[in-house]
């Protein structure tokens, strides 16, 4: 070979070499997510890559000092029925960069909810299920988390009604036989009793909160995964403390159909959360010790909470907030709301296949868009982006359009770091629906508003 050719190559390999570097340094490309969850002080390398919850909980420990200076960030993204189809599935969770073209988590800290109605109708039952059993612990180690939901088509399959099922789909598990056995005592079924539930309840803060308030204690991750923590409800250290937290509904609740304010009423219970996961985990146990098999339908011993559960007012069937007319819902939407203490409702079930729907100011956000082959409809996943900015790391603009400080004060960067406004934060909620084949974003609601905290 001759020697210029030698060099040409040793050029090229130290460009090439010289551009990876530059690409490595660079804080924040563009292909990469943003880490989500961003501190006010320069990052370090270790907190730039994908930092699990032990180093986390350090650099919280390190900077309780100045508390009042980070900034806290959090995404969630939902996706809705996927009804068999894991091309249209995983094109849209790499649109939402949670996934990478390998299907490999890179979503960080990102909280994933998937909201029921993985299977039937097409054929890609065990794909799917393979699919999101791989993304769950990937994502625990890099801080975020799966949290799936189960479908009435997931609880049909369970309860052997095998009407949607394609022929393809009984043929991938060599017969119907296998297929009931898996959802029954097979690893799927094992899977849904371990990890999956029926309702959620995410909130935007999760360990980091404002130091004045006390907490909403969430309940502990035992040995299973890390979503067990959204299943159930919080309990706030006092009724008091509850009730003047301004934060206290920083929380979106996610299930398949819907939780109607009727339905909370007839639970009786304070734990509502707790209680309809408790029912539908109810019904899944039971159907291992029915006599002659899995039943066409609830077992015949059903308890009345059971049929309640499983009836088309109960929180798998439900489609009020997406059938009726927005006059008459939305103040029962703000009653369940409240019970459930979140601001927002997101669920599947009922398609909308032009795109996202948003209901009632963004309180209903339905996300079941038909993207399996099945329907066509379109690709989309929903984005909610939440940011709690304490009022000293505001620029002082920002701090005169929000009414924070006027231009009569004499010092309003002085201002900005008084008393009082080190227990004002401004919380931001951006809330917007992502769509594969090159159609643009859209911003579905976006709020800001000044939090006192008392
Ligand atoms: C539930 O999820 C955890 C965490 O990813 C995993 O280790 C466990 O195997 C899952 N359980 C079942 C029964 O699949």
């Keep these: 070979m ?3 050719s030698n060099r040409s190559l040793l ?61 806290l960030r959090q995404r969630i993204v ?9 091309p249209a599935a995983t094109k849209i969770l790499r649109r939402a960069e949670v996934v990478d073209l390998k299907g490999q988590w890179i979503g960080g800290d990102t909280i994933l909810v998937q909201t029921g109605d993985i299977v039937d109708r097409g054929p890609d039952t065990i794909a ?57 005592h097979g690893w799927i079924g094992q899977e849904f009793r371990a990890n999956y539930s029926v309702t959620a309840r995410v909130p935007y803060l999760i ?34 403390s509850a009730a003047s937290d301004p934060l206290r509904r920083s929380a979106i609740s996610f299930v398949h159909g819907g939780i109607t304010p009727e339905y ?4 009786s219970s304070d734990s509502p959360i707790t209680d309809i996961n408790r029912i539908g985990h109810s019904i899944l146990e039971s159907l291992l010790s029915v006599p002659g098999g899995v039943p066409l339908g609830l077992p015949r011993s059903a308890n009345p909470e059971q049929k309640e559960f499983w009836s088309e007012r109960g929180p798998m069937w439900n489609r009020d907030w997406a059938l009726e007319e927005e006059e008459e819902i939305c103040e029962r939407v703000e009653k369940a709301l409240e019970v459930l203490n979140v601001r927002r409702m997101v669920m599947g079930h009922t398609p909308q296949f032009e795109g996202i729907l948003s209901r009632c100011d963004g309180k209903i956000l339905l996300i079941d868009t038909g993207i399996s082959r099945a329907y066509g409809g379109a690709h989309s996943s929903l984005s909610l982006t939440y940011t709690l900015t304490p009022a000293s790391a505001l620029t002082v603009s920002d701090a005169l359009s929000l009414g924070l400080v006027d231009l009569q004060d004499a010092d309003p960067e002085a201002t900005l770091k008084g008393d009082e406004m080190s227990r004002t934060w401004v919380e931001k909620e951006v809330v917007e629906a992502l769509y594969t084949a090159g159609r643009a974003t859209e911003v579905l609601d976006e709020r800001e508003q000044v939090v006192k905290i008392p």
Excluded: W
């Excluded at 939901?149 to 060599?174: P, Q, W």
């Design 128 to 184: 799917l299920y393979r699919f999101f059993q791989s993304l769950r612990p990937q994502a625990e180690r890099a801080g975020g988390a799966v949290v799936s939901l189960l479908g009435n088509h997931e609880m049909m399959n369970c309860l052997g009604d095998y009407r949607y099922v394609t022929k393809e789909d009984i043929a991938s598990f060599g017969g119907e036989r296998n297929r009931r056995e898996a959802f029954l």
């Design 11 to 71: 050029l090229l390999t130290l460009a090439l070499f010289g551009a990876l570097l530059y690409l490595a340094r660079s804080p924040s490309s563009d292909i990469r997510p943003k880490a989500h969850r961003v501190l006010a002080k320069p990052r370090t390398a270790q907190q730039n890559g994908l930092v699990n919850q032990a180093d986390r909980t350090e650099t919280l420990a390190d900077e309780e000092g100045d508390q009042e200076k980070r900034i």
């Design 264 to 267: 909370l009423a007839s639970r």
């Design 2 to 4: 001759p020697l210029s």
């Design 207 to 240: 360990e980091d909160y404002p130091a004045s308030l006390a907490a909403p204690i969430l309940p502990a991750t035992p040995s299973g995964s890390s979503d067990r923590r959204f299943v159930e409800d919080p309990t706030f250290a006092t009724a008091s």
């Design 78 to 86: 939902a996706m809705g029925d996927i009804h068999g189809d894991l």
